[in-house]
Nanobody, 125 residues
Framework: QVRLVESGGGLVQPGGSLRLSCKAS????????MGWYRQAPGKQRELIAT???????NYADSVKGRFTISRDNAENTVYLQMNSLKPEDTAVYYC???????????????????WGQGTQVTVSS
């Protein structure tokens, strides 16, 4: 079984910072792209940042210059450093990873997307 577990959410004042972590565990053969999404109340889930295994990144315009995505391939972990937080950043943040699970015999199975359970980020004074 493959699992993604996020941590690091919480309550922060406007202008503050938070760092989210997401660790993948289980029978993993390989991980390609990893990313962070968020969903605010009454809104659709939106993609905010992605990172390839080689470290290439992309960001939504709404977070560019404030958020930084990074990953540790040895630890199967992706991070999201969030600075200059605004009230409109309030949402549940989800990590996502494209994972090839390890099959019997040590081979890689078909890639699929896995999701974490989400972590709440609230920006408020």
């Amino acid at each position: 079984q493959v699992r993604l577990v996020e941590s690091g959410g919480g309550l922060v004042q406007p202008g503050g910072s938070l760092r989210l972590s997401c660790k993948a565990s289980g029978s993993i053969f390989s991980i390609t792209d990893m990313g962070w999404y968020r969903q605010a109340p009454g809104k659709q889930r939106e993609l905010i940042a992605t990172i390839t295994r080689g470290g290439s990144t992309n960001y939504a315009d709404s977070v560019k210059g404030r958020f930084t995505i990074s990953r540790d391939n040895a630890e199967n972990t992706v991070y999201l450093q969030m600075n200059s937080l605004k009230p409109e950043d309030t949402a549940v943040y989800y990590c996502n990873a494209e994972i090839s699970p390890e099959t019997i015999g040590g081979l890689g199975g078909p890639k699929r997307n896995y999701w974490g359970q989400g972590t709440q980020v609230t920006v408020s004074s």
